[in-house]
């Protein structure tokens, strides 16, 4: 009786340190599973910022270009007013 209750004592020993080692693991596994959800979301975040601020600056380059128009159309108009003005001389 002795040599099983000794039997039965390392049976839980084994099993007591296969749970622990088990769940080192786990703790492992979560740990690294969390580094792998903030890098995740770091890189959504930036990727985001990434598209607003190309967004941002295509939207500038065309106001730009329509500024940019404008003032050409308006200094072509200026010039042949004054071609008119010109010719009345």
């Known amino acids: 009786m002795h040599a099983k209750l000794d039997q039965l ?3 839980y020993d084994n099993c007591v340190s296969e749970i622990s080692r088990e769940k080192a ?3 492992g596994h979560n740990r690294h599973h ?3 959800l903030v ?3 770091t ?3 930036l990727e985001h910022m990434f598209q607003k601020r190309k967004q941002e600056a295509m939207n500038e380059f065309f ?3 329509k500024f940019d128009s404008k003032c050409h ?3 072509k108009q ?3 007013v004054v071609e008119r003005l010109g010719q009345f001389k």
């Open 63 to 65: 106001q730009y270009c």
């Open 78 to 80: 200026f010039v042949k």
């Open 73 to 75: 159309d308006t200094l």
């Open 9 to 11: 004592r390392r049976a």
């Open 25 to 27: 693991q786990m703790h």
């Open 34 to 36: 969390n580094k792998l």
């Open 43 to 45: 890189f959504s975040l």
């Open 39 to 41: 890098a995740k979301t």
